[in-house]
């Protein structure tokens, strides 16, 4: 049962070019997704994150934005630079009223950067 | 900066021996947590971790699992009967609230069960 979908196993992107990673999910008590990026043999590094009551969050090249109608984010990266080459995962998080919750997490799409 | 860091990076381990994997979390984080990921598949959540017991754990968290905060600082993942399916990296993770924070991940331990 996978809650959180990343239909894309790979992307490949020009350097300089917009990079656009889509995640999907099932789960409506969801209310909190984030992105992480993952070099290999290293752990998973948050990258930005969104809450339900918005729609758009930037912070720098990276802008997430939700679509909860649609139950969709997707992370832009723009200007795409050779160091963004690496796997990144999204996550999603929602309140079950037990305190702190576990993300789930989708696959991963593997983002390599062409020069 | 601070980070969490974990030990040992790789533990190879017998069936059915018992391992323990640590966990240093950053400092002033009161929420913990551990993750797996089987080679190829998704980083799953284990177990997360505040006040010292267990918040919340997910159906792979059976009783074969446990976890500890023996003291102030470190945070222990036991595996008791380890399995050929326990092969993966595990990954230590911290936040400073809820998971309506971001998690701060180590850089893993992987487990090699033979």
């Known amino acids: 049962d996978q809650q959180v979908k990343q239909n894309s196993p790979s992307l490949s992107v020009q350097e300089g070019r917009i990079s656009i990673l889509n995640c999907d999910y099932t789960?409506?008590?969801?209310?909190?997704f984030l992105w992480y990026k993952k070099y290999p043999a290293e752990g998973p590094t948050f990258l930005i994150s969104?809450?339900?009551?918005?729609d758009k969050n930037e912070d720098g090249r990276f802008t997430v934005f939700l679509n909860k109608s649609a139950k969709h984010l997707s992370l832009h990266i723009v200007p795409s630079q050779p160091g963004d080459s690496a796997v990144y995962f999204c996550?999603?998080?929602?309140?079950?009223?037990?305190?702190?919750?576990?993300?789930?997490f989708g696959k991963g799409t593997h983002l390599i950067i062409q020069p | 900066e601070p980070e969490v860091t974990q030990t040992p990076s790789h533990q190879v381990t017998q069936m059915g021996q018992e391992v323990i994997l640590r966990c240093v979390p950053i400092?002033?984080?009161?929420?913990f947590y551990w993750y797996r990921q089987i080679l190829g598949q998704k980083v799953e959540f284990l177990v997360s971790f505040y006040n010292n017991e267990i918040s919340e754990k997910s159906e792979i968290f059976d009783d074969q699992f446990s976890v500890e905060r023996p003291d102030g600082s470190n945070f222990t993942l036991k595996i008791r009967s380890t399995k050929l399916e326990d092969s993966a990296m595990y990954f230590c993770a911290s936040s400073e609230r809820t998971a309506y924070t971001e998690a701060f991940f180590g850089q893993g331990t992987r487990l090699t069960v033979v």
């Open positions: 400092s002033n984080h009161l929420y």
């Open positions: 789960n409506s008590m969801f209310d909190y």
């Open positions: 996550a999603a998080s929602g309140y079950s009223g037990g305190g702190a919750d576990g993300l789930t």
């Open positions: 969104i809450s339900s009551i918005k």
